[in-house]
């Protein structure tokens, strides 16, 4: 008897490796559709509320209703980006600029001499002015090629695509059904594990809602701000400012910031102010109201955990890694508080 449950063990494992060898192409978009369930179920909650009979109905129009207002704004809105991104730096006079920026006299006076020492230390010659306008073109060659235009019509981006939908689709159907049966294949006390869901559920709510939809509302306030002032790269720099309203101590302030104190530094007084008093009142003024009222007192995590998980698993997943990375952060964090509680 005994033998026999190690072989069965044995066969099990060997099972669960050559299955993850089958999904491993589509792990990508299984991931997104996994976090993007977990995030959304309340929506498919109250649909299956409506039609209480008709489970697979519900959830394929919970799925309408994600691919609706989330995927598809989603994927516009990126579009927009990086080819307002592209013909930007595409149209931009880069020479002229970095021109200018090289004439000006705080150049000049304070950063060319320690250029100059350091191409007399090390026998070098340092020609900025090359250096920037070549990685300016190289920046467009690359925006260009990751472009949604050309992504969409490949026929892994449509699989990818489709694999989503659908596995969204079995999430929301099976969703409860696999976290019991994991539940009861976990090796883990079943007071633990539905202590460590509930723990995991408040910390993305903490970190995914309360961080990331924080600095989506402030790029969308950016952006309008930028836009309303007339700057051309409105989009580019509302995504600048996501990112800045990620990292601690910068905040918000490290996107429209730059952007008010150049339309000072070129005398225009009246968009340079206005955009300085917008930025301060509410572009950083809506992190104080919109965080706290998302959280309400769930459970905190550090913004600087936030930040590591977000640019870490951007660096390491690609774009996925925003959702991901703070996923698995939550996790991690929300197994520390249980085992500091139960143990310690």
């Known amino acids: 008897m005994q033998n026999d449950r190690k072989s ?16 491993m192409p589509f792990w ?18 109250r649909i299956n509320r409506a039609m209480p009979k008709r489970p697979r109905l ?8 994600i691919f609706a ?28 600029l970095f021109s200018n920026l090289f004439s000006n006299p705080i150049y000049q006076n304070y950063l060319l001499p320690y250029v100059s020492r350091l191409e007399q230390v090390f026998n070098i010659e340092i020609n900025l002015f090359d250096i920037f306008t070549n990685l300016g073109k190289e ?56 202590r460590l869901l509930h723990q995991f559920r408040n910390m993305i709510y903490a970190s995914v809602y309360g961080y990331l939809l924080t600095s989506l509302t402030q790029a969308v306030l950016a952006t309008i701000g930028f836009a309303v002032a007339g700057v051309s790269a409105f989009l580019v720099l509302g995504t600048l400012t996501f990112f800045t309203s990620l990292i601690p ?7 429209w910031l730059p952007v008010s104190l150049w339309f000072l530094l ?10 300085l008093i917008y930025g301060a009142v509410v572009i950083s003024g809506i992190d104080n109201i919109v965080k706290p009222w998302i959280i309400q007192g769930r459970t905190n995590i550090h913004p600087l955990i936030i930040f590591f998980a977000i640019f870490g698993g951007l660096m390491l997943f690609g774009p996925i890694g925003i959702l991901l990375g703070p996923v698995i952060a939550a996790l991690f964090v929300a197994t520390i508080h249980i085992y500091s509680e139960e143990f310690i």
């Open 139 to 194: 920046a467009a060659k690359r925006v260009s090629a990751f472009s949604p235009q050309v992504l969409v019509g490949t026929a892994a981006f449509i699989l990818d695509f489709f694999v989503m939908l659908f596995s969204i689709y079995v999430f929301f159907l099976e969703g409860p059904r696999l976290i019991r049966l994991g539940i009861r294949m976990s090796p883990l006390r079943e007071t633990h594990e539905w």
């Open 8 to 23: 069965l063990i044995v066969l099990m494992l060997l099972l669960f490796i050559a299955s993850l060898y089958l999904i």
């Open 266 to 275: 070129q005398g225009d007084w009246v968009r340079g102010i206005g955009l």
């Open 69 to 96: 207002i989330i995927i598809v704004p989603s994927g516009l809105i990126v579009t927009m980006l990086v080819n307002q991104a592209y013909s930007g730096l595409q149209d931009f006079d880069l020479r002229t």
């Open 249 to 255: 101590i910068v905040g918000a302030a490290g996107g």
């Open 28 to 45: 990508r978009p299984l991931t997104l559709a996994a976090i993007l369930s977990v995030l959304c179920f309340p929506i498919f909650a």
């Open 58 to 65: 519900a959830a394929a129009f919970a799925t309408l209703v």
